[in-house]
């Protein structure tokens, strides 16, 4: 019966830690998608040290978003003038 219940909890930890990893990579990747950028550049957060690089870069950086929303302003601002 021991034998079982060892066999059975490590299951169940396997499933709960794949389960929580699936879920975290599509949020990042929904979120970095929404920046404009590759989604798939969420996968650099699970690579140590070069998460933090990674998050600094989208902390930091211009979005694409933020780039084409200035482009639509300086076209808008030079047909009104």
Do not use: D, H, R
């Not at 600094?56 to 076209?75: G, N």
């Amino acid at each position: 019966m021991n034998i079982i219940n060892e066999i059975f909890t490590g299951s169940l930890l396997f499933i709960m830690i794949a389960l929580i990893i699936i879920v975290n990579v599509a949020i990042i990747y929904k979120l970095v998608s929404k920046t404009g950028n590759n989604g798939w550049l969420c996968l650099l957060s699970f690579i140590p040290f070069v998460n933090l690089i990674f998050y600094l870069y989208m902390a930091f950086s211009e979005w694409p978003v933020e780039k084409e929303i200035k482009e639509l302003k300086q076209k808008l601002n030079n047909k009104g003038a």
